[in-house]
């Protein structure tokens, strides 16, 4: 019998709204709390939903708390800032991996704002989140000094150190488990594929913008993904070992003056 043919109570049509429209509004909620907790300093604590003070921004302090590093190593007690001189970093990227806390956010100031002060700062970029213990995150430093900010209520410990990151040079790379990538060139897209029963999660992100993870499956994917132009793009690859393999293809564009064909030596006169 095909499902043409079935037909359904009014009473089961009104739950269908119903568990339809919660599901609406559970969603709406999630991305409005999401928004504010960005843009309007608006976060979930201990007493709940609430409005941040602006002690919880370190940015809008004169002089916040300034962390400094046990090895690669740091830790604090709630918000503050990690100092790191351009002459340091040269723009390599850092990996960041949370030791203990909860809801912890960094934020990376803009160049124009280095050495401004508190009133006449702008926002910073938020560059990565964390929920647990053994996330990871990449931290793309600026051309300039580093100013990375801690901004959570509780304490906290992560490792800060430079990342291993593959340069993909032919346009390819593939693996198993996980792994960094760096593109660099005109391309801005690439193909994504996973082929087996493990995660998949691709973490897309360009220097001086918020990573974004398009990216969060199991099993086989297939998918294409693009990125505004930019002289630098990281991707970041989580997968499970042993448990499936994944490529990364990019788009690379032709040359805008390829090389003629060579065309095939003429037959001599008279032979087929």
């Known amino acids: 019998m095909s499902m043409g043919n079935v037909s ?22 999630v991305l409005f709390v999401g928004a504010l907790n960005t843009y309007a300093d608006v976060g979930i604590g201990e007493e709940g939903l609430a409005i941040l003070g602006d ?17 690669t190593t740091y830790s604090g007690a709630g918000s503050g800032l990690i100092r790191i001189p351009l002459e340091d970093h040269n723009q390599d990227p850092y990996l960041v991996r949370l030791v203990s806390g909860d809801y912890l956010d960094l934020y990376v100031t803009g160049v124009e704002d280095l050495d401004q002060p508190a009133d006449d700062r702008g926002y910073p970029e938020n560059v990565a989140y964390f929920y647990d213990p053994d996330d990871e995150a990449l931290v793309l430093p600026p051309a300039g000094d580093l100013e990375l900010w801690v901004r959570t209520d509780d304490p906290w410990e992560f490792t800060l150190q430079k990342a291993e990151v593959d340069e993909i040079t032919d346009g390819f790379a593939s693996g198993e488990g996980n792994d960094f990538l760096v593109y660099r060139g005109d391309a801005v897209s690439a193909r994504f594929v996973h082929k087996g029963e493990g995660v998949f999660y691709v973490t897309i992100q360009t220097i001086g913008e918020r990573s974004d993870r398009p990216i969060i499956e199991s099993g086989d994917v297939d998918q294409r993904l693009s990125w505004d132009p930019t ?8 997968a499970d070992d042993a448990r499936g393999a994944w490529s990364v ?7 805008d003056d390829p090389e003629p064909a060579e065309s095939p030596a003429e037959s001599p006169r008279g032979t087929p």
């Open 231 to 238: 002289d630098a793009v990281y991707i970041s690859i989580e």
């Open 55 to 71: 002690g919880e921004n370190p940015w809008d302090v004169d002089e916040p708390p300034v962390f400094e590093p046990d090895g």
């Open 249 to 255: 293809d990019i788009d690379e564009l032709a040359p």
């Open 8 to 29: 359904v109570s009014s009473t089961a049509r009104r739950r269908i709204r119903t568990f339809s429209v919660w599901i609406w509004v559970w969603g709406a909620l």
